[in-house]
């Protein structure tokens, strides 16, 4: 079986100032450096469904997203890697005024159908993926945001880079896919920051879907909600790069870190914790902001 080429994530320190030296250690666990477009949690929810595809003689693989979905274009990008054919429904009209996101997506061969919002909502419907199925002539389906048990237990191998000593891991969550895989894995506390009003009805999701008692799922740093942000968020992304040298994106992980910030700052966590922020990547996502950013 092929592979991606992929760079090996790190673990990166963030200059005491910028937590006011208030806990033992910050980092991050760099798994934006994983590859440019399959990046960061994307490639670990996918490579289990891509084996499991392969295995199963699949010459496609069908899955669905928005038009900024960074799980779209890196299923796009690693089905290329593999030698598959990538199918995307999209949900909304976008054909007229394509997405940086879209683009990608069909640079790199995927075909892309459009779907309205309404119909879009049958996409955990057994009838309409088989509906699908035979339209596409029998690809390997995936569920958004690579939400499946082998997504769950792929990402759970992101624990093989989380070294014992951090005593909290930190993660952004949208479908709560990589969150589950890792808090099932690692005895830490884990803790989610979903960046959508309301977020937090994912504890119950989480817990309903995967088995997690006492997912630790917060969602007071939502900017508004899913997809939206504000000068002070675009501020904070600025100088943590100019302090600490490490992108975030505009979606999740700068929510996140102004969140740990705000916890850090509030003593939210003991004076000996180690705190491990998971990059979960997604900076193709940046290209609508790029313009404010220094970087
Ligand atoms: C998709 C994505 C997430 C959310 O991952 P889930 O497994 O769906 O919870 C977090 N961060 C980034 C950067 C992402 O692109």
Same mark, same amino acid.
């Given at each position: 079986m092929?592979?991606?080429?992929e760079?090996k =994530?790190?673990?990166?320190?963030?200059k005491?100032?910028?937590?006011?030296g208030?806990?033992?250690e910050v980092?991050?666990?760099?798994?934006d450096? *994983?590859?440019p477009?399959?990046?960061?949690? +994307?490639w670990?929810k996918l490579? +289990?469904?891509?084996a499991?595809?392969?295995?199963?003689?699949h010459? &496609?693989?069908?899955?669905?997203?928005g038009?900024?979905?960074?799980?779209?274009?890196?299923?796009?990008?690693?089905a290329?890697y593999?030698?598959? +054919?990538?199918?995307?429904i999209?949900?909304?009209d976008? #054909?007229?005024?394509l997405? =940086?996101?879209l683009?990608?997506?069909?640079?790199?061969?995927m075909?892309i159908?459009y779907? #309205?919002?309404?119909?879009?909502?049958? +996409?955990?419907?057994e009838e309409?993926?088989?509906?699908?199925?035979?339209?596409y002539?029998?690809?390997?389906i995936i569920p958004?945001?690579?939400?499946?048990k082998?997504g *769950?237990s792929g990402a759970a191998?992101?624990c093989k880079y989380?070294?014992?000593?951090?005593t909290?891991i930190?993660? &952004?969550?949208g #479908? $709560?896919?990589?969150?589950?895989?890792?808090?099932? &894995?690692?005895?830490?506390?884990?803790? $989610?920051?979903? =960046?959508?009003r309301g977020?937090?009805?994912?504890?119950?999701?989480?817990h309903?879907?995967?088995?997690?008692?006492?997912?630790e799922v917060l969602d007071n740093w939502?900017?508004?909600?899913?997809?939206?942000?504000?000068d002070?968020?675009i501020s904070f992304?600025n100088?943590?790069?100019?302090i600490n040298?490490?992108p975030?994106?505009?979606?999740?992980?700068?929510k996140m870190?102004y $969140?740990?910030?705000?916890q850090?700052? &509030?003593g939210?966590? =003991?004076e000996?914790?180690?705190?491990?922020c998971?990059h979960?990547g $997604?900076?193709?996502?940046n290209s609508? *902001?790029s313009?404010?950013?220094v970087?």
């Amino acid at each position: 079986m092929g592979t991606i080429p992929e760079r090996k =994530p790190f673990i990166q320190s963030l200059k005491k100032h910028w937590y006011d030296g208030r806990v033992q250690e910050v980092a991050m666990l760099r798994l934006d450096v *994983v590859h440019p477009e399959v990046s960061g949690n +994307k490639w670990y929810k996918l490579k +289990k469904n891509i084996a499991e595809a392969i295995n199963n003689n699949h010459t &496609s693989i069908l899955t669905f997203g928005g038009g900024y979905s960074n799980h779209l274009v890196a299923t796009a990008k690693a089905a290329q890697y593999f030698g598959l +054919k990538a199918i995307g429904i999209v949900r909304g009209d976008y #054909s007229r005024q394509l997405t =940086p996101t879209l683009e990608a997506c069909i640079a790199y061969d995927m075909q892309i159908e459009y779907v #309205s919002y309404e119909e879009y909502k049958n +996409k955990g419907d057994e009838e309409w993926l088989r509906e699908l199925s035979v339209k596409y002539d029998n690809p390997y389906i995936i569920p958004e945001g690579g939400a499946n048990k082998e997504g *769950v237990s792929g990402a759970a191998g992101i624990c093989k880079y989380v070294p014992d000593v951090y005593t909290h891991i930190c993660v &952004s969550v949208g #479908s $709560g896919t990589t969150y589950a895989g890792i808090a099932r &894995s690692t005895p830490q506390q884990t803790i $989610g920051y979903a =960046p959508i009003r309301g977020g937090a009805y994912l504890n119950e999701e989480i817990h309903k879907k995967w088995g997690i008692e006492h997912a630790e799922v917060l969602d007071n740093w939502h900017f508004g909600g899913f997809g939206k942000h504000t000068d002070e968020l675009i501020s904070f992304m600025n100088d943590f790069h100019l302090i600490n040298n490490i992108p975030l994106d505009v979606v999740y992980t700068s929510k996140m870190m102004y $969140g740990i910030r705000e916890q850090i700052m &509030s003593g939210y966590f =003991p004076e000996d914790s180690r705190i491990l922020c998971v990059h979960t990547g $997604g900076l193709q996502g940046n290209s609508n *902001v790029s313009d404010r950013l220094v970087y």
